[in-house]
């Protein structure tokens, strides 16, 4: 396979893995991925998976990265807070949960770090353009304290800078009782009923 038909084949994909260029190519020598990153026709993310150097790397295409190179995983916590414009700024690296270990990438595109959650509670995302897997904002809500139980007072809560009439706004509470449950705790219940009646009442 020369890199013409590489990049033709390949070009949609948010990153590609020698085991994709196998699917298409099961004789492909890898050696040649090397070849062109010398050359500067792509450019490595992490082992095994690569990206065109052309690539325009916008919000959407470092989140289907972020999906691809750990799998099981979706958009959560902080970035979905910046996407959901809860929190006023961007967030320093794309963030997700995982049912694998909790795990990071630095990368030349972007930093990426996955948080681990039990594979019950692997669910509440829905696809963005591009199939990317993004947690509803309750979920997202959800997912953030679950994993970070020191996050309990007015003080924490205040410090989240989190937008507290955009989240109004937004939150289906009936949606957010419903995962709720599915936590099945009722320390995380409580703590949810203090962080909303501390954006009611701030």
Same mark, same amino acid.
């Given at each position: 396979?020369?890199? !013409?038909?590489? #990049?033709?084949?390949?070009?949609?994909?948010?990153?590609?893995?020698?085991?994709? /260029?196998?699917?298409? @190519?099961?004789?492909?020598?890898?050696?040649?991925?090397?070849?062109?990153?010398?050359?500067?026709?792509?450019?490595? /993310?992490? #082992?095994?998976?690569?990206?065109?150097?052309?690539?325009?790397?916008?919000? /959407?295409?470092?989140?289907? /990265?972020?999906?691809?190179?750990?799998?099981?995983?979706? !958009?959560?916590? =902080?970035?979905?807070?910046?996407?959901?414009?809860?929190?006023? =700024?961007?967030?320093?690296? !794309?963030?997700?949960?995982? %049912?694998?270990?909790?795990?990071?990438? =630095? %990368?030349?595109?972007?930093?990426?770090?996955?948080? %681990?959650?039990?594979?019950?509670?692997?669910?509440?995302?829905?696809?963005?353009?591009?199939?990317?897997?993004?947690?509803?904002?309750?979920?997202?809500?959800?997912?953030?304290?679950?994993?970070?139980?020191?996050?309990?007072? #007015? @003080?924490?809560?205040?410090?989240?800078? !989190?937008?507290?009439?955009?989240?109004?706004?937004?939150?289906?509470?009936?949606?957010?009782?419903?995962?709720?449950?599915?936590?099945?705790?009722?320390?995380?219940?409580?703590?949810?009923?203090?962080?909303?009646?501390?954006?009611?009442?701030?």
């Amino acid at each position: 396979m020369n890199f !013409i038909r590489l #990049k033709d084949l390949f070009h949609d994909f948010p990153v590609f893995s020698l085991a994709d /260029i196998r699917v298409a @190519d099961a004789g492909f020598d890898r050696r040649r991925l090397s070849e062109w990153q010398e050359k500067g026709y792509i450019r490595k /993310i992490i #082992k095994g998976y690569y990206i065109f150097a052309d690539t325009s790397l916008d919000e /959407i295409r470092l989140y289907a /990265i972020a999906n691809r190179i750990y799998k099981p995983s979706y !958009i959560s916590l =902080e970035t979905a807070f910046s996407h959901y414009r809860l929190i006023p =700024e961007s967030v320093y690296a !794309i963030t997700s949960v995982a %049912t694998r270990r909790t795990y990071g990438f =630095e %990368t030349p595109a972007s930093r990426f770090l996955y948080r %681990t959650i039990t594979p019950k509670l692997f669910f509440g995302y829905f696809l963005l353009a591009g199939n990317v897997k993004m947690a509803a904002l309750e979920k997202a809500l959800l997912d953030y304290f679950y994993l970070n139980s020191s996050v309990q007072s #007015k @003080d924490d809560f205040a410090a989240l800078r !989190i937008n507290r009439h955009e989240l109004t706004n937004q939150l289906d509470r009936e949606l957010l009782a419903v995962y709720l449950r599915r936590f099945a705790s009722k320390v995380l219940a409580k703590r949810i009923g203090c962080f909303l009646n501390w954006v009611e009442n701030a």
